[in-house]
Protein backbone atom coordinates (compact mmCIF):
# COMPACT_ATOMS: atom_id res chain seq x y z
CA UNK A 1 0.00 0.00 0.00
CA UNK A 2 1.06 3.31 -0.77
CA UNK A 3 1.21 5.59 2.33
CA UNK A 4 0.30 9.32 2.47
CA UNK A 5 3.28 11.15 3.10
CA UNK A 6 3.31 13.85 5.22
CA UNK A 7 6.49 16.26 5.56
CA UNK A 8 8.13 18.21 8.39
CA UNK A 9 10.54 20.95 8.58
CA UNK A 10 12.04 23.53 11.06
CA UNK A 11 12.71 26.76 9.57
CA UNK A 12 14.07 30.11 11.34
CA UNK A 13 16.50 30.25 14.33
CA UNK A 14 16.49 27.02 16.31
CA UNK A 15 14.90 26.81 20.28
CA UNK A 16 14.87 24.14 22.51
CA UNK A 17 11.92 21.50 21.99
CA UNK A 18 12.17 21.33 18.13
CA UNK A 19 13.18 17.48 18.66
CA UNK A 20 10.48 16.82 20.99
CA UNK A 21 7.47 18.17 18.10
CA UNK A 22 9.32 15.97 15.72
CA UNK A 23 9.12 13.23 17.64
CA UNK A 24 5.35 13.63 18.43
CA UNK A 25 4.41 14.00 15.05
CA UNK A 26 6.36 11.14 14.18
CA UNK A 27 4.92 8.54 16.97
CA UNK A 28 1.46 9.94 16.35
CA UNK A 29 1.55 8.86 13.27
CA UNK A 30 2.75 5.54 13.86
CA UNK A 31 -0.72 4.94 14.97
CA UNK A 32 -2.43 5.40 11.69
CA UNK A 33 -1.30 2.66 8.92
CA UNK A 34 -1.70 4.96 5.70
CA UNK A 35 0.88 7.71 6.92
CA UNK A 36 3.92 7.99 7.06
CA UNK A 37 6.57 10.92 8.29
CA UNK A 38 9.33 12.80 6.18
CA UNK A 39 11.56 15.43 6.90
CA UNK A 40 13.31 18.14 4.77
CA UNK A 41 16.86 19.24 6.36
CA UNK A 42 17.23 22.49 7.10
CA UNK A 43 14.11 23.91 6.28
CA UNK A 44 12.85 24.37 2.40
CA UNK A 45 16.74 23.94 1.41
CA UNK A 46 16.03 20.58 1.84
CA UNK A 47 13.22 20.26 -0.55
CA UNK A 48 14.99 22.88 -3.39
CA UNK A 49 18.49 21.90 -3.14
CA UNK A 50 19.80 19.23 -5.89
CA UNK A 51 20.05 16.69 -4.85
CA UNK A 52 17.29 16.88 -2.68
CA UNK A 53 17.78 16.64 1.06
CA UNK A 54 14.63 14.71 2.43
CA UNK A 55 14.71 11.72 5.32
CA UNK A 56 12.24 9.18 6.36
CA UNK A 57 11.63 9.96 10.03
CA UNK A 58 10.50 6.56 12.03
CA UNK A 59 9.84 5.34 15.28
CA UNK A 60 13.54 4.85 15.56
CA UNK A 61 15.31 7.19 14.54
CA UNK A 62 13.18 9.82 16.70
CA UNK A 63 13.61 7.62 19.30
CA UNK A 64 15.26 9.49 22.83
CA UNK A 65 15.42 13.27 20.85
CA UNK A 66 12.52 15.12 23.29
CA UNK A 67 14.97 15.85 26.04
CA UNK A 68 18.09 17.22 22.92
CA UNK A 69 18.45 20.89 21.74
CA UNK A 70 18.15 22.06 18.53
CA UNK A 71 16.45 20.08 15.59
CA UNK A 72 17.53 16.96 14.26
CA UNK A 73 16.47 18.28 10.84
CA UNK A 74 18.78 21.55 10.94
CA UNK A 75 17.42 24.91 10.08
CA UNK A 76 17.96 28.19 8.58
CA UNK A 77 17.03 31.98 8.75
CA UNK A 78 18.12 32.70 5.17
CA UNK A 79 16.16 31.91 2.11
CA UNK A 80 12.90 30.12 1.68
CA UNK A 81 10.79 29.43 -1.51
CA UNK A 82 9.83 32.58 -2.06
CA UNK A 83 13.15 34.60 -1.56
CA UNK A 84 15.97 32.25 -2.79
CA UNK A 85 19.48 33.77 -2.43
CA UNK A 86 21.26 33.64 -6.53
CA UNK A 87 24.67 34.55 -7.04
CA UNK A 88 25.00 36.98 -10.56
CA UNK A 89 27.44 36.41 -12.85
CA UNK A 90 28.77 40.26 -12.05
CA UNK A 91 29.02 38.30 -8.44
CA UNK A 92 25.75 40.36 -7.05
CA UNK A 93 23.27 38.44 -4.76
CA UNK A 94 19.72 38.39 -5.72
CA UNK A 95 16.59 36.72 -5.04
CA UNK A 96 14.42 34.05 -6.89
CA UNK A 97 10.93 32.76 -6.15
CA UNK A 98 11.21 29.43 -6.74
CA UNK A 99 7.77 28.52 -4.69
CA UNK A 100 6.16 26.85 -8.20
CA UNK A 101 8.86 24.78 -8.19
CA UNK A 102 9.02 23.51 -5.23
CA UNK A 103 5.15 22.96 -5.26
CA UNK A 104 5.66 20.58 -8.14
CA UNK A 105 8.55 18.79 -6.16
CA UNK A 106 6.18 18.22 -3.42
CA UNK A 107 3.70 16.76 -5.60
CA UNK A 108 6.42 14.52 -6.74
CA UNK A 109 7.47 13.31 -3.64
CA UNK A 110 3.45 12.51 -3.22
CA UNK A 111 3.66 15.07 -0.35
CA UNK A 112 -0.14 15.47 0.73
CA UNK A 113 0.35 17.50 3.72
CA UNK A 114 3.69 19.93 5.49
CA UNK A 115 4.03 21.19 8.64
CA UNK A 116 6.26 23.85 8.99
CA UNK A 117 7.54 24.69 12.52
CA UNK A 118 8.79 27.76 12.75
CA UNK A 119 9.04 31.77 14.13
CA UNK A 120 6.39 34.27 12.35
CA UNK A 121 8.71 34.94 9.36
CA UNK A 122 8.39 30.69 8.68
CA UNK A 123 4.71 31.32 9.51
CA UNK A 124 4.53 33.88 6.75
CA UNK A 125 5.98 31.47 4.38
CA UNK A 126 3.34 29.22 5.43
CA UNK A 127 0.19 31.46 4.53
CA UNK A 128 1.85 32.12 1.34
CA UNK A 129 2.16 28.59 0.37
CA UNK A 130 -1.28 27.60 1.63
CA UNK A 131 -2.58 30.96 -0.80
CA UNK A 132 -0.62 28.40 -4.15
CA UNK A 133 -2.60 25.84 -2.70
CA UNK A 134 -0.45 23.74 -0.70
CA UNK A 135 -1.90 21.98 2.17
CA UNK A 136 0.29 23.60 5.04
CA UNK A 137 -0.01 23.63 9.16
CA UNK A 138 1.96 25.98 10.68
CA UNK A 139 3.48 25.22 14.57
CA UNK A 140 4.90 28.06 16.11
CA UNK A 141 8.49 28.00 17.69
CA UNK A 142 10.41 30.94 19.10
CA UNK A 143 12.32 31.77 22.58
CA UNK A 144 11.18 34.81 22.55
CA UNK A 145 7.51 34.30 22.98
CA UNK A 146 6.67 37.10 20.58
CA UNK A 147 3.75 35.32 18.88
CA UNK A 148 0.48 36.76 19.87
CA UNK A 149 -1.83 34.08 18.53
CA UNK A 150 -0.56 32.02 21.11
CA UNK A 151 -0.34 31.78 25.21
CA UNK A 152 3.58 30.37 25.01
CA UNK A 153 5.65 28.95 23.03
CA UNK A 154 7.89 26.22 23.57
CA UNK A 155 11.63 26.87 24.42
CA UNK A 156 10.60 30.26 26.09
CA UNK A 157 10.49 28.06 29.27
CA UNK A 158 13.98 27.37 28.86
CA UNK A 159 15.42 30.39 27.91
CA UNK A 160 14.05 31.77 31.03
CA UNK A 161 15.42 29.54 33.25
CA UNK A 162 18.90 29.62 31.96
CA UNK A 163 18.62 33.68 32.12
CA UNK A 164 17.23 33.23 35.72
CA UNK A 165 20.31 30.44 36.43
CA UNK A 166 22.41 33.15 35.35
CA UNK A 167 21.33 36.26 37.41
CA UNK A 168 21.38 33.98 40.31
CA UNK A 169 25.32 33.09 39.33
CA UNK A 170 25.78 36.86 38.39
CA UNK A 171 24.75 37.34 42.12
CA UNK A 172 27.50 35.92 43.88
CA UNK A 173 29.92 37.77 42.06
CA UNK A 174 28.40 41.25 42.44
CA UNK A 175 27.96 40.61 46.31
CA UNK A 176 31.43 39.92 46.53
CA UNK A 177 32.85 42.69 44.36
CA UNK A 178 30.00 45.34 45.62
CA UNK A 179 29.36 45.84 41.34
CA UNK A 180 27.19 46.76 39.21
CA UNK A 181 26.19 43.93 36.82
CA UNK A 182 24.32 44.28 33.28
CA UNK A 183 23.02 41.32 31.61
CA UNK A 184 22.25 41.36 28.56
CA UNK A 185 19.21 38.50 27.53
CA UNK A 186 17.92 37.56 24.04
CA UNK A 187 13.51 38.22 23.18
CA UNK A 188 13.64 40.95 19.78
CA UNK A 189 11.84 43.84 20.83
CA UNK A 190 9.39 41.62 23.27
CA UNK A 191 10.38 41.86 26.77
CA UNK A 192 9.55 38.66 28.13
CA UNK A 193 12.72 36.64 28.98
CA UNK A 194 14.09 39.94 30.75
CA UNK A 195 10.48 40.45 32.51
CA UNK A 196 10.50 37.00 33.99
CA UNK A 197 13.99 36.41 34.63
CA UNK A 198 14.35 39.77 36.39
CA UNK A 199 11.57 38.54 38.84
CA UNK A 200 12.33 35.16 39.19
CA UNK A 201 16.36 35.89 39.70
CA UNK A 202 15.49 39.18 41.72
CA UNK A 203 17.27 41.92 39.38
CA UNK A 204 17.15 45.45 41.28
CA UNK A 205 16.34 46.80 37.36
CA UNK A 206 14.75 45.46 34.48
CA UNK A 207 14.50 47.14 31.13
CA UNK A 208 12.43 45.74 28.20
CA UNK A 209 11.33 47.40 24.62
CA UNK A 210 8.60 48.06 25.85
CA UNK A 211 9.48 50.92 28.56
CA UNK A 212 11.87 52.97 27.10
CA UNK A 213 14.59 53.52 30.12
CA UNK A 214 16.19 56.92 31.59
CA UNK A 215 19.76 55.99 32.36
CA UNK A 216 19.62 59.05 35.09
CA UNK A 217 16.64 57.38 36.69
CA UNK A 218 18.54 53.63 36.58
CA UNK A 219 21.50 55.39 38.62
CA UNK A 220 18.91 56.58 40.80
CA UNK A 221 17.57 53.16 41.68
CA UNK A 222 20.95 51.42 41.84
CA UNK A 223 22.39 53.99 44.30
CA UNK A 224 18.98 54.04 46.25
CA UNK A 225 19.72 49.89 46.53
CA UNK A 226 23.63 50.15 47.39
CA UNK A 227 22.74 52.76 50.33
CA UNK A 228 19.74 50.47 51.61
CA UNK A 229 22.21 47.95 52.25
CA UNK A 230 22.63 45.57 48.84
CA UNK A 231 26.26 47.00 47.87
CA UNK A 232 25.85 45.15 44.31
CA UNK A 233 22.98 45.48 41.94
CA UNK A 234 21.84 43.15 38.98
CA UNK A 235 20.29 44.90 36.01
CA UNK A 236 18.39 42.34 33.39
CA UNK A 237 18.53 44.27 29.89
CA UNK A 238 16.63 43.25 26.69
CA UNK A 239 18.49 42.79 23.43
CA UNK A 240 15.56 45.27 22.23
CA UNK A 241 15.45 48.21 25.04
CA UNK A 242 15.39 51.96 23.65
CA UNK A 243 16.59 54.61 25.90
CA UNK A 244 14.33 57.86 26.28
CA UNK A 245 15.26 59.00 23.28
CA UNK A 246 14.56 55.96 20.97
CA UNK A 247 18.22 54.85 20.81
CA UNK A 248 19.19 50.89 21.05
CA UNK A 249 21.55 48.62 19.22
CA UNK A 250 20.14 47.52 16.13
CA UNK A 251 22.45 46.35 12.93
CA UNK A 252 20.96 45.31 9.19
CA UNK A 253 21.80 41.89 8.48
CA UNK A 254 24.86 41.51 6.37
CA UNK A 255 24.07 37.73 5.73
CA UNK A 256 23.30 36.72 2.20
CA UNK A 257 19.37 35.94 2.04
CA UNK A 258 18.76 36.70 5.60
CA UNK A 259 16.43 39.78 6.21
CA UNK A 260 16.60 39.57 10.21
CA UNK A 261 18.24 42.67 11.68
CA UNK A 262 20.89 41.70 14.75
CA UNK A 263 19.96 42.89 17.75
CA UNK A 264 22.60 43.09 20.78
CA UNK A 265 25.06 44.63 22.70
CA UNK A 266 22.97 47.48 24.01
CA UNK A 267 23.87 46.91 27.57
CA UNK A 268 27.19 48.00 26.30
CA UNK A 269 25.50 50.77 25.57
CA UNK A 270 23.86 50.96 28.64
CA UNK A 271 27.52 50.49 30.76
CA UNK A 272 28.40 53.99 28.58
CA UNK A 273 25.22 55.75 29.68
CA UNK A 274 25.55 54.61 33.36
CA UNK A 275 28.68 55.72 33.25
CA UNK A 276 28.06 59.13 31.83
CA UNK A 277 25.41 59.53 34.73
CA UNK A 278 28.24 59.45 37.09
CA UNK A 279 27.15 55.90 38.14
CA UNK A 280 29.89 55.77 41.15
CA UNK A 281 29.98 51.66 40.91
CA UNK A 282 32.22 49.57 38.93
CA UNK A 283 30.31 47.81 36.06
CA UNK A 284 30.70 44.44 33.99
CA UNK A 285 28.70 43.29 31.29
CA UNK A 286 27.66 40.37 30.51
CA UNK A 287 25.45 38.75 27.24
CA UNK A 288 24.11 35.66 27.27
CA UNK A 289 23.67 35.41 23.73
CA UNK A 290 22.40 31.52 22.33
CA UNK A 291 22.99 30.05 25.71
CA UNK A 292 19.34 31.01 26.07
CA UNK A 293 18.97 28.65 22.69
CA UNK A 294 20.91 25.80 23.89
CA UNK A 295 20.90 22.79 25.68
CA UNK A 296 18.21 20.74 27.05
CA UNK A 297 14.41 21.73 27.08
CA UNK A 298 12.84 21.94 30.57
CA UNK A 299 10.03 19.42 31.09
CA UNK A 300 7.94 22.01 30.50
CA UNK A 301 8.64 22.85 27.30
CA UNK A 302 9.21 19.06 26.15
CA UNK A 303 5.24 18.63 26.92
CA UNK A 304 4.23 22.19 25.29
CA UNK A 305 6.23 20.88 22.49
CA UNK A 306 5.09 16.94 22.73
CA UNK A 307 1.39 18.66 22.47
CA UNK A 308 1.96 20.78 19.72
CA UNK A 309 3.08 17.70 17.55
CA UNK A 310 0.48 15.68 18.49
CA UNK A 311 -2.02 18.74 17.42
CA UNK A 312 -0.09 19.28 14.39
CA UNK A 313 -0.62 15.61 13.01
CA UNK A 314 -4.26 15.42 14.08
CA UNK A 315 -4.51 18.95 11.96
CA UNK A 316 -3.49 17.06 8.96
CA UNK A 317 -5.96 14.30 9.81
CA UNK A 318 -8.87 16.78 9.92
CA UNK A 319 -7.63 18.66 7.30
CA UNK A 320 -7.33 21.54 9.13
CA UNK A 321 -4.97 23.48 6.48
CA UNK A 322 -3.84 26.86 6.62
CA UNK A 323 -3.41 27.03 10.11
CA UNK A 324 -1.61 27.06 13.09
CA UNK A 325 -1.02 25.40 16.15
CA UNK A 326 -1.64 27.11 19.57
CA UNK A 327 -1.51 27.29 23.18
CA UNK A 328 -5.31 29.10 24.54
CA UNK A 329 -4.81 27.63 28.62
CA UNK A 330 -5.89 24.91 28.99
CA UNK A 331 -6.13 24.22 25.15
CA UNK A 332 -4.17 23.52 22.39
CA UNK A 333 -6.15 24.55 19.50
CA UNK A 334 -6.00 25.44 15.88
CA UNK A 335 -5.71 29.49 14.85
CA UNK A 336 -5.68 30.48 10.61
CA UNK A 337 -2.55 31.69 9.67
CA UNK A 338 -4.02 35.12 8.98
CA UNK A 339 -5.03 36.20 12.52
CA UNK A 340 -1.51 33.95 13.67
CA UNK A 341 0.93 36.37 11.89
CA UNK A 342 -0.92 39.80 12.54
CA UNK A 343 -0.17 40.84 15.48
CA UNK A 344 3.49 40.76 17.45
CA UNK A 345 3.04 39.81 21.34
CA UNK A 346 4.14 42.98 23.21
CA UNK A 347 4.17 43.01 27.17
CA UNK A 348 1.61 45.36 27.31
CA UNK A 349 1.79 48.06 30.48
CA UNK A 350 -0.73 46.34 32.26
CA UNK A 351 0.59 43.41 32.30
CA UNK A 352 0.24 41.74 35.62
CA UNK A 353 4.30 41.14 35.83
CA UNK A 354 5.03 44.63 35.18
CA UNK A 355 2.80 45.27 38.14
CA UNK A 356 4.40 42.32 39.97
CA UNK A 357 8.33 44.22 39.03
CA UNK A 358 7.31 47.24 40.50
CA UNK A 359 5.44 45.88 44.08
CA UNK A 360 9.08 44.00 44.25
CA UNK A 361 10.92 47.32 43.70
CA UNK A 362 12.04 46.65 40.63
CA UNK A 363 13.06 49.36 38.44
CA UNK A 364 12.02 49.69 35.00
CA UNK A 365 13.95 52.49 33.95
CA UNK A 366 11.43 54.91 33.92
CA UNK A 367 10.43 56.18 37.50
O1 LIG B 1 14.22 34.84 17.59
C1 LIG B 1 15.09 34.11 18.37
C2 LIG B 1 16.38 34.83 18.53
O2 LIG B 1 17.22 34.05 19.37
C3 LIG B 1 16.29 36.26 19.04
O3 LIG B 1 16.06 36.33 20.41
C4 LIG B 1 17.60 36.83 18.57
O4 LIG B 1 17.56 38.22 18.38
C5 LIG B 1 17.81 36.14 17.27
O5 LIG B 1 17.03 34.94 17.28
C6 LIG B 1 19.24 35.77 16.98
O6 LIG B 1 19.29 35.27 15.69
P1 LIG B 1 20.56 34.54 15.09
O7 LIG B 1 20.67 33.20 15.74
O8 LIG B 1 20.25 34.45 13.65
O9 LIG B 1 21.74 35.38 15.42
Not at 217 to 227: E, G
Not at 235 to 250: P, S, W
Amino acid sequence: MNKKRVLVLTGGGDCPGLNAVIRAIVKRAENEDDWEVIGSIRSFDGILNEPSEIVVLNDTIVSGIHFRGGTILGTTTKGGPFAWPIKDNDGNWSEADRSDEMLRKLQYLGVEAVINIGGDGSQKISQLLYEKGLNVIGVPKTIDNDLSATDLTFGFQTAVQIATESVDKLVTTAASHSRVMIMEVMGREAGWIALHSAIAGGADVCIIPEIPYDPALVVKHIKKRYKQGGGFAIIVIAEGAKNVHGEGVKKNSVEIGNPNSRLGGVAYKLENELKQAELPFDIRVTVLGHLQRGGVPIAYDRVLASQFGIKAFEMVLNKEFGKMVAFRQPDVISVPFTEAISQYNYVKHDNYLINTARGLGISLGDE
